[in-house]
């Protein structure tokens, strides 16, 4: 069975200080793609990342980065200098190799909290 | 410029009275999502289609039911809303054309209360 363990419900960081989001998943198939979203409090989710399991490379984009170790079945997102925008409920997502249609299946979210 | 709409964005309904949701979607994509998502939990698919073929998942309860009637437009049907079925439900899309890993674009949602 596929499955998505985020097991850090909530944070709380104060500005500027760096965050590392944790996520490890379960699958069977080789071939597997893996996900961030962010959801700020307006409820919109927000693609941040794709990643598929051929492809170990970390990723930076901006503040963001992202490790992904398919040793450890994990795929961290870590942001650097976290602000105030960032406070949002962050998914990570996993997709079944399921042909036309990409049928995500969502950790259970991570809460962040950046105080001013 | 808004991709994927959803409307409306708060929605109440008594229990045991139908309501519909709609989303519509600009991006011309040929697969369209269904979520629910209740509250602090992950979404949960629902169901989907790819252009007019439907595909449910298997623990959709029947109280459930979705329209496609056009690339644009899809459509949530809740036949007989109980109090358990106040979430929030996002659409989304996504095309094949993409590639198979292409990202999902979701609405910004419809939150459904039952009263």
């Known amino acids: 069975a596929q499955k998505v363990t985020q097991a850090q419900t909530e944070i709380s960081v104060v500005e500027k200080e760096d965050v590392t989001l944790d996520c490890v998943y379960e699958t069977r198939d080789t071939t597997y793609y893996l996900f961030w979203y962010k959801q700020p409090p307006s409820g919109e989710l927000v693609f941040l990342i794709r990643?598929?399991?051929?492809?170990?490379q970390n990723e930076i984009s901006g503040r963001y980065s992202w490790n992904f170790q398919k040793s450890t079945s994990s795929f961290n997102f870590t942001i650097t200098a976290s602000q105030v925008v960032d406070s949002a409920v962050y998914f990570c997502a996993l997709s079944e190799y399921g042909g036309a249609t990409n049928k995500l299946i969502f950790g259970t979210g991570t809460l962040l909290a950046v105080q001013p | 410029d808004a991709m994927v709409i959803q409307n409306p964005r708060y929605q109440v309904t008594q229990f045991g009275k139908p309501v519909t949701l709609s989303c519509s979607q600009t991006l011309n994509h040929n697969v369209m999502y269904w979520y629910q998502q209740k509250s602090s939990q992950a979404p949960k698919l629902l169901f989907h289609?790819?252009?007019?073929?439907?595909?449910n998942e298997a623990d959709t309860p029947d109280n459930f039911q979705s329209r496609r009637p056009n690339t644009s437009f899809c459509f949530l049907d809740i036949r007989s809303p109980g109090l358990g079925d106040a979430a929030m439900y996002l659409c989304?899309?996504?095309?094949?054309?993409?590639?198979?890993?292409?990202?999902?674009?979701f609405g910004n949602g419809t939150r459904l209360t039952v009263t």
């Open positions: 990643r598929n399991s051929f492809d170990e």
């Open positions: 989304a899309t996504s095309s094949f054309a993409q590639g198979i890993d292409s990202p999902l674009h």
């Open positions: 289609y790819y252009d007019k073929d439907f595909n």
